[in-house]
DNA sequence: CGCTTACGATACACAACGTCTCGTAAGCGG
DNA sequence: CCGCTTACGAGACGTTGTGTATCGTAAGCG
């Protein structure tokens, strides 16, 4: 929608048939790479608005021409930089409590291993008012909260949950101290404060008699 | 305390007894709003990193030096117009549930009126790796939710919370689905799902027998 | 071998930052 | 009333980063 004429456009060239026949000197696949690891490099070091296209490519030691032939801005880039970094991992244990306590302590120690914890608010900041990065950011935030919903999903299959229970405003519910505390507190979640928070919330959406 | 030896720190100068004799001209009290309410105004147009100092400047119809006399930079002078916005308003009925939806749903009505859906992402981005920032953001975070913790203490009192719950993490669960709502999907928190949100966060938190 | 496209490097125009300097304006103390 | 001091609006200035364009070179394909 945004460049229909561009057969190239970064977000379609991941699939794997090209379209049209690819004559000339293919894209160096590690210059990609390259680019990729200076963004997350940067961004844990400087943040999303301290980082620099010319920047990047210093740290990549590669053209600014090879980024920009790939990326149209700097937020595509770190968009893609931001797909490639881990979410949720989904734990299956038989216990809905167990299940959620084992993702969100994964993942919060993955806050700790890599820039997510500097990319969200300030992908989420950006988000707010640019439209072009929305479109691209929502779909991946989506995709992310996936293996959450999978898990409440076997919770009402369980009986964990009560059915009627809004399973998006549960998965809200559950993340949502962890946002609070990234956004307006440093992202400084104590793993030991799983526990408590899913127990709390699953007083309030489980089936009592 | 942040600037022991500046006594016309920004946020110092608030104070009603200046320190050092005032001589020449007093600075502008209209200027000043006329910045801020320009802030606002384009906060609310263009987001946070699309503000730029001299779009302010020329808004507010004044000089750019006349607002870097006043703030060493945008951040700080953002903060200030943040700090202007209406925040929650207390309610207090008699019934924490009745307290709380009252409450989100008057702050909910406020994301409408006011640039704070825009502000609060592009804030949080920023305060994420700028610790100038994070110092003076945080207060002003802790003094807006000061009335939801209010109704909580009264909802302790009263009974409607068992005694052993952590408040600071009650809050959290209790506007953690906004916030989830405004940075990740923008903002569109129907006021009427309030309502099942307040009872679901509620009946984790309140006593059973 | 020639065609095509990508490569690293760098020059370029543009925009915003934050500093500075104009000439002028406003309050205060003598 | 007059000089001192500071603030005012306006805008020039050097700096930095953006995104584009242009080098000469390199790599795959026919």
Redesign the pocket.
Known sequence: MSNPEDP?SALESRGSVPVSAP??????EE??KAILNATVELLAEVGFSG?????V?QRA??????I??RW???VPLVVEAYGRLPGMEDVDTGCLADDLKGMLKGYLEAFARTPLSALLPSLAGERAHNAELAKVFDPISIERRRPLMRALERGVARGEIAPEIDLDLAADMIVGPIAVGLFFKGGRIQPKRVGPMVDLALAGLGIRE
Not at 23 to 28: D, E, K, L, V, Y
Not at 51 to 55: A, I, K, P, S
Not at 61 to 66: E, F, M
């Open positions: 190239e004559t000339g000197r293919p894209r160096s210059a990609h980082l620099t296209v010319e920047g490519a030691g590669v053209g600014k021409a090879t920009y032939r149209p801005s700097k």
